[in-house]
Nanobody, 117 residues
Framework: QVQIVESGGGLVQAGGSLTLACVASGINFSANSMGWYRQAAGNQREFVGG????????TALASVKGRFVISGDIAKNMWFLQMNGLRPEDTAVYYC??????????WGQGSQVTVSA
């Protein structure tokens, strides 16, 4: 059974920082790539960025470029989303997704990030 566990969410003032962690576990589980997503209340889930098995990262969301950093070690099934210069509009539930070579997707439970003005 594969488990994806997220941690690190919370409440922070505007301009502050938070780091989310995502750890995957399971017998014979090996992630091929991973992604971070977020969903604000009343909005659709949006792709923040991700990492390939080679360690290449991409930040897809224009509004977070230069502020959010994706890092980790896919071989160890562990990834991070460092969020700097947080803004109230970054308030959302953040999800970690992991994908295997066969195309299976696994999701974390979600981490609430709340940024106060």
């Amino acid at each position: 059974q594969v488990q994806i566990v997220e941690s690190g969410g919370g409440l922070v003032q505007a301009g502050g920082s938070l780091t989310l962690a995502c750890v995957a576990s399971g017998i014979n589980f090996s992630a091929n790539s991973m992604g971070w997503y977020r969903q604000a209340a009343g909005n659709q889930r949006e792709f923040v960025g991700g990492m390939t098995h080679k360690g290449d990262t991409t930040t897809a969301l224009a509004s977070v470029k230069g502020r959010f950093v994706i890092s980790g070690d896919i071989a160890k099934n562990m990834w991070f989303l460092q969020m700097n210069g947080l803004r109230p509009e970054d308030t959302a539930v953040y999800y970690c997704g992991a994908y295997t070579k066969s195309g299976s997707a696994y999701w974390g439970q979600g981490s609430q990030v709340t940024v106060s003005a």
